[in-house]
């Protein structure tokens, strides 16, 4: 008995910790991605091959699927889209994996951890989290690059994109956790030195950016809901035709 208690108290420590650890984040938006929007997708493909593929590659997608699923075709994407080049410094063809040739010994060097691959982040983290994170930048002299996150506290990537942002200083105010210790938790940002975007311009590149990763964890998405109306809309019709059916079968019996 005393035994079976130990292992159902050691099963929800995580779950415990978690509740208790669980420190406020900010900020802190909910958002719903419409996946229809493909301008908004094909933005997004602009600003991460613009700002994020120094680093990070999505080396599950190959240029062309992305180019047929978001409406953009060869030439568009030879000419916006893909700023890579092979060994033999060709530009990267249009067949190709969007993968980058940053070499992780190097990134290790540079920012104390290689930067993950993202094709599957929307799906790890949520498109909130990403969402936040990437409007969650804020000043901070004790940090190596002078910056902090309110969503991933002590990061190792700087702002991509603060020259469209612009930097911004956290309002704290102290508060008493849940342990009844006083802590500074920040409550607000404010726009210090302003970037190319307004707030608004900035979380709407934010928000396309985040739909074309949230594509890219699963392109196949779309198409698996067509699939899936059209078989229920198939086995409605499917329930009529064999309720016909039975009643020709038994017509004669009852
Ligand atoms: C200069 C290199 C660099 C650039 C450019 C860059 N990142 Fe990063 N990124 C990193 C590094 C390094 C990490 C790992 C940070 C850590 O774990 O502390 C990281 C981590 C992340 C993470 C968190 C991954 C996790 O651990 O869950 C996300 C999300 C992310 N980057 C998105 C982006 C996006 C989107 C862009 C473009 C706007 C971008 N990054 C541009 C270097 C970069």
């Not at 030879?78 to 040739?101: A, D, P, R, S, Y």
């Not at 396309?208 to 196949?220: C, Q, R």
Request: proline share 4%.
């Amino acid at each position: 008995m005393k035994k079976g208690l130990i292992i159902v108290v050691a099963a929800l420590l995580p779950v415990l910790g978690w509740a208790a650890g669980g420190a406020p984040t900010y900020p802190d938006d909910d958002i719903d991605i419409n996946w229809d929007d493909k301008a908004s997708m094909q933005r997004g493909a602009r600003t991460f091959v613009n700002y994020c593929m120094g680093c990070h590659a999505v080396g599950y997608s190959r240029y062309d699927r992305v180019g047929r699923d978001l409406g953009i075709s060869d030439e568009q994407l030879l000419e916006n889209l893909i700023f890579t080049t092979n060994k033999q410094g060709e530009q990267t063809k249009v067949g190709e994996l969007m993968t980058i040739n940053m070499n992780a010994e190097y990134a290790e060097q540079a920012f104390g951890i290689a930067p993950p691959d993202l094709s599957l982040i929307a799906r790890s983290r949520g498109v909130d989290w990403l969402y936040n994170y990437l409007r969650g930048f804020y000043i901070d002299e004790t940090r190596p690059f002078g910056l902090n996150n309110g969503v991933f506290p002590n990061v190792g990537m700087p702002h991509a994109l603060v020259e469209l942002q612009g930097l911004q200083a956290p309002k704290k105010v102290v508060k008493t956790n849940s342990e009844g210790k006083e802590e500074e938790v920040i409550v607000g940002y404010e726009i210090v030195k302003p970037g190319s975007q307004s707030k608004s311009e900035y979380d709407q590149t934010v928000y396309d950016l985040v739909a074309f990763l949230d594509y890219v964890s699963e392109p196949y998405r779309q198409t698996r809901h067509k699939v899936g109306t059209g078989v229920i809309i198939f086995l409605f019709f499917f329930l009529i035709l064999t309720y016909f059916l039975k009643k020709e079968y038994w017509k004669d019996i009852h």
